[in-house]
């Protein structure tokens, strides 16, 4: 997953800790540019998980919008059959593969989303509520549920099985008697109306 972050670096003899700083500086970098980009001051995340009035602009658009891509890619998870929890980078949470899943995409959505949310905003408005509707226009805009789904089956499926197969619509029905029964067709003898 960390890879996926750094094209074109071989991050193959890296530790742990050198990859979390690296992930730590690139992240670090993203705050910068938005910042510069917006003029949203910046110094740092700062966020209080149980009184979300209790931070800056900026750190409200953050929190929000984060919140909303996890609820996402945690849809995502559960719809492909994975279980949230089961994380790779992060562990000890229920939800430690949808935070692992979601780093995967704030660089890219709710990080600027954040930022150009937060430059917009005007005392009064409701900068959660505007930020979750920025949100999801910019996830079904770029199509993020599409990438989220192929990302999480690269993830966990061996690269030896073709796309053909990762995107087969293949439904079979469970047989007590063993193998799979044919989906889409009706099992009922009785021909008479329900």
Not at 4 to 18: A, I, K, N
Not at 26 to 36: I, L, P, T
Not at 95 to 106: P, R
């Amino acid at each position: 997953m960390y890879a996926w972050r750094f094209p074109g670096e071989d991050t193959s003899q890296l530790t742990m800790q050198q990859l979390r700083g690296r992930e730590g500086a690139r992240v670090r970098r993203v705050y910068r540019y938005w910042s510069d980009k917006t003029g949203v001051p910046w110094s740092r995340r700062d966020y209080n998980p149980n009184d979300f009035g209790d931070s800056d602009p900026i750190n409200q658009a953050l929190s929000a919008g984060h919140a909303c891509l996890y609820g996402i890619v945690h849809a995502a998870i559960v719809a492909l059959g994975c279980a949230p929890g089961l994380g790779f980078v992060h562990t000890g949470h229920a939800w430690s593969f949808v935070y692992d899943i979601a780093d995967l995409y704030k660089a890219d959505i709710t990080i600027p989303v954040a930022f150009q949310v937060a430059a917009a905003h005007e005392e009064g408005q409701d900068i959660g509520s505007i930020t979750r509707r920025a949100v999801r226009d910019r996830i079904r805009g770029e199509k993020i549920m599409q990438r989220v789904a192929r990302d999480i089956q690269r993830l966990l499926v061996p690269d030896e099985i073709s796309d053909d197969t990762l995107e087969a619509d293949v439904v079979a029905l469970w047989n007590e008697r063993g193998g799979d029964q044919k989906s889409g067709h009706n099992y009922s003898d009785d021909e008479g109306e329900l």
